[in-house]
């Protein structure tokens, strides 16, 4: 029960922060095709349910692939990509729309007792996407095989607006009524970017991206990324496919790329509505950082110090002294959350600085915000001209022994410090050289 009640106050600050926003949620046909699709369904159910605007890209290759095999029609591909004659262009129409009626129809189920009990979710599609002829490739023609030329953002944002589910298949039509065949990879990152969506979401056979170690590499900064293909490492098919397409993205205004995989059940809301994510996040910028605090961020400060002032290791500080001395904190930042905070009180008669308020949120502990913090205090101290920074603590002794303090007396401590000094806490003083 308390686990519970842990996980829905854990998962409220993002369905606060995705109510509204636009999500781009794209899957191969493969996914449409697997028996586990009913529970994406669910997914995406709920996602709908609380507010958040979705986008559905589906592809077909599966599909196309039984057709054409049915009727003996031999497959055809140059660089990865399909090359689409009329014969095989009758085959991809046929089968992404098989596909589309299939996720049309588990998005209209409203069954009592059910994940969609109440449901009442409106699908809309139509010919949002012009296309052009991908044309000749590496020596080959491609045929009927095409690419974005154009995405009418404000018919998809107008039926978005409606409160529709908004489902896009792979094909794209030219002006002069010529139909072509599209990447799912393709269609969903420019119709991300269009349509400035908050994230970009493929979901795919592997776990998202790992590293030469096979660790599962949670966060990565797009340049991390291109420079981890360019490396040409064992990456996994689909990796190869997804990641340029999320770098892309990224590149291109949309704040988050996520890689997960789709055979977790509940992959979908255990990446997006818990810390750790189950895949990979790429941005355009680093998702961690250390910045200067404003007073937009006393509420996130406060949240990460008053645990530790009611269990003694912090000195108590209120919400009008931190917004009065806010000028003097810096704050670590992950994906626009408030992780970590520390403060710097200069004493430049002296030439010495406090590093004070020094915390971070306990998922965070382990993960190096701490150490950055200290070394951002100890850049500013140096920049002020201190030639030492001191501490007092009650609890953390050993942590800032290990990163170069030395024990130190009240006695070394500035005048005014001392006369401040609160004897009943009898913290320990502790000094670092610059």
């Known amino acids: 029960m308390r686990a519970f009640v842990h996980l829905i106050r854990s998962a409220a600050p993002y369905v606060h922060a995705f109510r509204g926003r636009t999500f781009v949620i794209a899957f191969g046909g493969e996914v449409v095709a697997d028996e586990e699709f009913l529970g994406v369904v669910h997914d995406l159910n709920l996602l709908h349910s609380l507010g958040i605007r979705l986008v559905v890209v589906h592809g077909c290759r599966p599909q196309v692939e039984a057709i054409l095999a049915a009727q003996g029609i031999p497959s055809r591909y140059a660089h990865g990509v399909r090359v689409t004659d009329a014969d095989a262009m009758d085959c991809v129409l046929e089968a992404a729309g098989q596909a589309r009626a299939r996720i049309e129809a588990l998005l209209s189920l409203g069954l009592a007792n059910s994940p969609m009990a109440g449901a009442r979710n409106r699908v809309s599609s139509g010919n949002y996407l012009t296309a052009k002829p991908m044309g000749v490739v590496g020596g080959v023609d491609m045929e009927l095989t095409g690419e974005v030329r154009r995405i ?21 039509y030219s002006p002069t009524g010529e139909i072509f065949n599209l990447t799912v990879e393709e269609v969903a990152t420019q119709v991300a970017v269009r ?3 908050a994230k970009l979401i493929f979901l795919m056979d592997t776990d998202g991206v790992r590293n030469g170690r096979r660790q599962l590499v949670t966060d990565l900064s797009t340049t991390d990324a291109e420079a981890l293909l360019a490396r040409g490492g064992k990456l996994a ?10 770098i892309r993205a990224c590149n ?8 997960i995989s789709r055979r977790l059940d509940g992959a979908l809301l255990l990446e997006l509505f818990t810390r750790d994510g189950v895949g990979t996040m790429v941005a355009s910028t680093a998702l961690a950082h250390i910045r200067n605090a404003t007073i937009d961020d006393v509420g996130g400060i406060l949240a990460i110090i008053e645990p530790l002032e009611e269990q003694g290791v912090l000195v108590r500080r209120s919400r009008e002294r931190l917004e009065s001395e806010i000028e003097r904190f810096v704050v670590a930042e992950y994906d626009g959350h408030i992780v970590g905070c520390a403060a710097l009180y200069a004493f430049p008669d002296e030439r010495v600085g406090e590093l004070a308020a020094l915390a971070v949120q306990p998922d965070f502990r382990r993960e190096g ?16 001209k201190l030639s030492e920074l001191f501490v007092l603590t009650t609890r953390t002794a050993h942590w800032f022994l290990e990163r170069g303090f030395r024990s130190a007396t009240i006695a070394d401590l500035p005048q005014h410090k001392q006369a401040l000094y609160n004897f009943q806490r009898k913290s320990l003083v502790y000094r670092k050289p610059l």
């Open 195 to 197: 349509l400035e969506a």
């Open 152 to 172: 009418d953002s404000e018919a998809i944002a107008q039926r978005l607006d409606d409160g529709d589910i908004v489902l896009i298949s792979p094909i794209g």
């Open 252 to 259: 291109n205004g949309v704040k988050r790329a996520h890689l």
């Open 237 to 246: 098919p689909d990796v190869r496919l997804y990641l340029p397409a999320a």
């Open 369 to 384: 915000y701490g150490e950055a913090l200290m070394r951002e205090i100890e850049a500013r101290a140096k920049k002020l």
